[in-house]
């Protein structure tokens, strides 16, 4: 599989697992696919994006399809990839192997690091004000997305762009509604930059 960059035919890769998804239906519609790739194009050349919750791995081709262009440094893929986080991982017992197959398929395997475990797990593993770009899909509960926020948003760099899907319905409308300056991207899609001085806070 050849590597994908810019200009190369690991576009047709890319091209065709979208078409599949929208023949077969998936979890991001094609405007939050656009919105991820886009976003992905603004990071800087080095830049580190990192995404809780890959799943099957739509969100993490975009993301890395968008850093190889700009020549970024690294896509962060955290899931725990265990059919025991509820909703989708559910029907998809196995998703581990759809996510490889997802990255492979694109050719954007050399730009994703897998960190297979739960993202408070994980948090160590980032330096305070490393990430360029943040996109937070994971727990959904309301405790869980606080978490997340709460965990990873020092490990954003100032002025570093926070992503949540799902964000106009259900726990996390609700939790970005205390927080306040999130921004609609897509249907789905809500942005928030990360403010000058944010502190990690206990998230217990």
């Known amino acids: 599989m050849q590597r994908f960059s810019h200009g190369s035919n690991s576009w047709e890769g890319l091209i065709r697992y979208r078409a599949e998804l929208q023949s077969g239906g998936g979890l991001l519609s094609s405007e939050d696919m656009d919105a991820l790739f886009n976003a992905a194009l603004k990071v800087p050349e080095d830049g580190i994006i990192a995404e809780i919750g890959s799943f099957r791995g739509c969100s993490t081709v975009h993301l890395a399809a968008g850093a190889c262009m700009v020549k970024a440094k690294r896509v962060y893929a955290i899931d725990p990839f265990r059919p025991n986080g509820g909703g989708e991982t559910l029907r998809y017992p196995h998703y581990w192997m759809d996510f490889i197959r997802t990255i492979q398929t694109c050719g954007v395997e050399h730009m994703v690091t897998v960190l297979a475990d739960y993202s408070q797990r994980v948090v160590d593993l980032f330096r305070d004000e490393s990430i360029d770009l943040l996109f937070i899909d994971g727990d959904h509960s309301a405790e869980g997305v606080k978490r997340d926020y709460e965990l990873y948003v020092s490990k954003v760099k100032p002025g570093g762009l926070i992503l ?21 991207v897509t249907e ?6 990360r403010p000058e001085g944010a502190q990690e806070s206990d998230p217990k």
């Open 164 to 184: 949540f899907h799902d964000a106009t319905y259900g726990p996390v409308a609700r939790f970005l509604s205390e927080i306040g300056g999130v921004v609609p």
């Open 188 to 193: 789905l899609i809500a942005a928030l930059f």
